[in-house]
């Protein structure tokens, strides 16, 4: 899985077509597939990861984990969005947290989605995620706040997360975890590691993933611009 939301973003032209030639070395005689992660909508990653000219990814993981789409498809897996859906309130968690207001500003409305609240925090302080946590509990929200990047909280259903999209992804195409290889740089992305796939850790991640240097199946790359490619050879997924 690539990061469109940091880790190509941080690339320059070299590295970006040294990925390119080991994403085209995934044709469809092997097994190995692509997969994007974002926090964007559908359209919007589109838009950005055809500016890459990278190869067509064969799933995307959209807005924080609560939306799945299959490569060219327009229309969104729609189990995975009906069992995230369960005891959902948006409405319900906007109003639980609009008393925490001086933290927290709602985004602009293309952040938004049906499953999705997000917020931009007034300045950084990583003691909001367990005073969100707690509001939420106490207004009895099936809901949990995922803080990435210092500034940018979302709010999505209690079932839901990136880590939990490809656990349903690794049921739905009989995929064992550790055959899944994602990109972990910033805050908030200790869940994909934790969700047991296979990862690796830019030069230059977040101080906060050092801790998880014990977890199994997590390499941290010795560089930070092409070090998903550094990753796939390690793994030899290329």
């Given at each position: 899985f690539l990061d469109l939301d940091s880790s190509l973003e941080s690339m320059n032209t070299d590295y970006l077509s040294e990925l390119r030639r080991s994403l085209e070395c995934l044709g469809p005689e092997t097994p190995n597939r692509v997969g994007v992660l974002t926090g964007r909508s559908i359209k919007a990653?589109?838009?950005?990861?055809?500016?890459?000219?990278?190869?067509?990814?064969?799933?995307?993981?959209?807005?924080?984990?609560?939306?799945?789409?299959?490569?060219?498809?327009?229309?969104?897996?729609?189990?995975?969005?009906?069992?995230?859906?369960?005891?959902?309130?948006?409405?319900?968690?906007?109003?639980?947290?609009?008393?925490?207001?001086?933290?927290?500003?709602l985004q602009d409305n293309e952040q938004q989605s049906s499953y999705k609240v997000s917020y931009l925090l007034r300045k950084p302080d990583q003691a909001i995620l367990p005073l969100v946590r707690k509001r939420l509990r106490q207004k009895g929200q099936a809901a949990l706040p995922y803080l990435r990047c210092h500034w940018y909280l979302d709010v999505i259903p209690l079932r839901a997360s990136r880590a939990?999209?490809?656990?349903?992804?690794?049921?739905?195409?009989?995929?064992?975890?550790?055959?899944?290889?994602?990109?972990?740089?910033?805050?908030?992305?200790?869940?994909?590691?934790?969700?047991?796939?296979?990862?690796?850790?830019?030069?230059?991640?977040?101080?906060?993933?050092?801790?998880l240097r014990s977890q199994q199946r997590v390499f941290f790359a010795s560089r930070s611009k092409d070090s998903f490619v550094e990753g796939l050879r390690h793994y030899r997924f290329s």
């Amino acid at each position: 899985f690539l990061d469109l939301d940091s880790s190509l973003e941080s690339m320059n032209t070299d590295y970006l077509s040294e990925l390119r030639r080991s994403l085209e070395c995934l044709g469809p005689e092997t097994p190995n597939r692509v997969g994007v992660l974002t926090g964007r909508s559908i359209k919007a990653a589109r838009k950005r990861y055809a500016e890459f000219y990278l190869p067509d990814p064969s799933v995307w993981i959209c807005r924080a984990g609560t939306e799945i789409y299959y490569g060219a498809e327009d229309q969104h897996d729609r189990f995975w969005q009906s069992s995230i859906g369960i005891d959902w309130d948006r409405s319900g968690v906007e109003q639980s947290l609009a008393a925490l207001k001086d933290h927290l500003e709602l985004q602009d409305n293309e952040q938004q989605s049906s499953y999705k609240v997000s917020y931009l925090l007034r300045k950084p302080d990583q003691a909001i995620l367990p005073l969100v946590r707690k509001r939420l509990r106490q207004k009895g929200q099936a809901a949990l706040p995922y803080l990435r990047c210092h500034w940018y909280l979302d709010v999505i259903p209690l079932r839901a997360s990136r880590a939990e999209a490809i656990r349903h992804l690794a049921l739905r195409w009989h995929v064992p975890l550790e055959h899944i290889f994602v990109v972990a740089s910033q805050q908030g992305d200790a869940e994909l590691i934790r969700g047991l796939t296979t990862a690796v850790v830019p030069a230059d991640h977040d101080p906060c993933l050092e801790s998880l240097r014990s977890q199994q199946r997590v390499f941290f790359a010795s560089r930070s611009k092409d070090s998903f490619v550094e990753g796939l050879r390690h793994y030899r997924f290329s």
